[in-house]
């Protein structure tokens, strides 16, 4: 059974960068397509984008400009970095398998809190 | 982006009570709705996508159903596990986006 943990800095400081990393367990990160989503009181929850194994990729517009998701198929795990914070990224953020051929979610991580703040 | 509104936002019903979730789209998208269940400081947790099909494990007293723009979450028979907060989300075009979700509380 596919387990996902996400790991990575609690606290960043405004203007610069969230980093965090997503390993996978119980099954290969090949074949399937892996994604970042986030949940705020303010935005609820919030897809980031998604990465194949491959190595391609599909942002949220509303992001596209400061995200990149990239993937380490040897380590089995996929990383999320998110340029320029402001408060307003502070969120709970999860890391997701996609649906086989649709963008619904499953499994999830049990996702972090990452409070933005000098 | 696709909206996706869903009501009520919250209420409380009793174990035992049949209850509906709603979830309406801004524009149409065919099935391509899923609903999950989420509780405090847990990941959100795949119910049904397809609009009605029900995830692996999922208990049949949950049923989903609609098409287009308007869609509905049934439990048929609500247990003490069953109070959460409910979203759905339409992934017929990116980006995928949320309900603001429905807070199903204990009456």
């Known amino acids: 059974q596919v387990q996902l943990q996400e790991s990575g800095p609690r606290l960043v400081k405004p203007s610069e960068t969230l980093s965090l990393t997503c390993n996978v367990s119980g099954g290969s990160i090949s074949s399937y397509y892996w994604s970042w989503i986030r949940q705020s009181p303010g935005k609820g929850l919030e897809w980031i984008g998604y990465?194949?194994?491959?190595?391609?990729?599909n942002y949220n517009p509303s992001l596209k400009s400061r995200v990149t998701i990239s993937v380490d198929t040897s380590k089995n795990q996929f990383s999320l970095k998110l340029s320029s914070v402001t408060a307003a990224d502070t969120a709970v953020y999860f890391c997701?398998?996609?649906?086989?051929?649709?963008?619904?979610?499953?499994?999830w991580g049990q996702g972090t809190l990452v409070t933005v703040s000098s | 982006a696709i909206r996706v509104t869903q009501s009520p936002s919250s209420f409380s019903a009793s174990t035992g009570d049949r209850v509906t979730i709603t979830c309406r789209a801004s524009q149409g998208i065919s099935s391509y709705l899923a609903w999950y269940q989420q509780k405090p400081g847990k990941a959100p947790k795949l119910l049904i996508y397809?609009?009605?099909t029900l995830q692996s494990g999922v208990p049949s007293r949950f049923s989903g159903s609609g098409s287009g723009t308007d869609f509905t979450l049934t439990i048929s028979c609500l247990q003490s596990e069953d109070f959460a907060t409910y979203y759905c989300q339409q992934y017929y075009d990116y980006p995928p986006t949320f309900g603001q979700g429905t807070k199903l509380e204990i009456k």
């Open positions: 990465i194949y194994y491959s190595g391609s990729t």
């Open positions: 997701a398998r996609r649906g086989p051929a649709h963008n619904w979610f499953d499994p």
């Open positions: 397809a609009a009605s």
